[in-house]
């Protein structure tokens, strides 16, 4: 009668030892092939390709694209298309923030204008039952022509489909 813990002796020991050569075999793959492997890499350009696409990534993440209402004379409302910085949580924040930074070289090149105090900050966003309150700085009141500062934010805000109306306050009180 064979003893079975004799026989599993030389099991366990051969899987060890086909296991330790398989092990130096990876390696010594490994070292001999990586030179050649890290050189083909290299050539081919592929990490220059990943790392200047993760960078793009990176930068587009950390901007939006928004929809902008400027004045082109007379009285005539243009929506503009601006690549916007994102400051704020939300788009509308976002939106607001780039029409107080007023518009851009090629902007102002197309005649357009903003009729917002370029002094005026914004305070605040919010969206409640579908309307949008934004809410300005006193800055906002020195604004040239209020009435058309007035409809280039209506006009802004209307942009959005979920907005169905705007309630413009200043430092919190809703302008009359």
């Known amino acids: 009668m064979e003893n079975p813990i004799v026989t599993e002796k ?6 060890l030892v086909l296991f330790l050569i398989w092990l130096l075999f990876t390696l010594a793959v490994v070292v001999l ?3 050649r492997v890290k050189k083909s890499i290299d050539d081919s350009g592929v990490l220059a390709v990943l790392k200047g696409s993760m960078t ?22 243009q929506k503009y298309a ?12 976002d939106t607001f923030e780039a029409l107080l930074a007023g518009p851009t070289l090629e902007i102002l090149k197309s005649g357009a204008v ?7 900050t914004l305070r605040g966003v919010t969206l409640s039952s579908r309307i949008l309150f934004v809410d300005f700085s006193k800055e906002y ?14 006009r802004t805000a209307l942009n959005f489909s979920r907005v169905k ?12």
């Open 10 to 15: 030389p099991r366990k020991r051969h899987t």
């Open 33 to 35: 092939s990586y030179p």
């Open 56 to 77: 793009e990534q990176s930068t587009q993440t950390n901007k939006r694209n928004v929809e902008v209402v400027f004045v082109l004379f007379p009285e005539t409302y």
């Open 82 to 93: 601006v690549r916007q910085e994102r400051l704020g949580g939300s788009a509308y924040h």
């Open 114 to 120: 903003s009729y917002i105090h370029p002094d005026t």
């Open 141 to 154: 009141l020195l604004s040239s022509d209020l009435e058309s500062a007035r409809h280039q934010i209506r």
């Open 165 to 176: 109306d705007v309630v413009i306050l200043v430092e919190g009180k809703r302008l009359t």
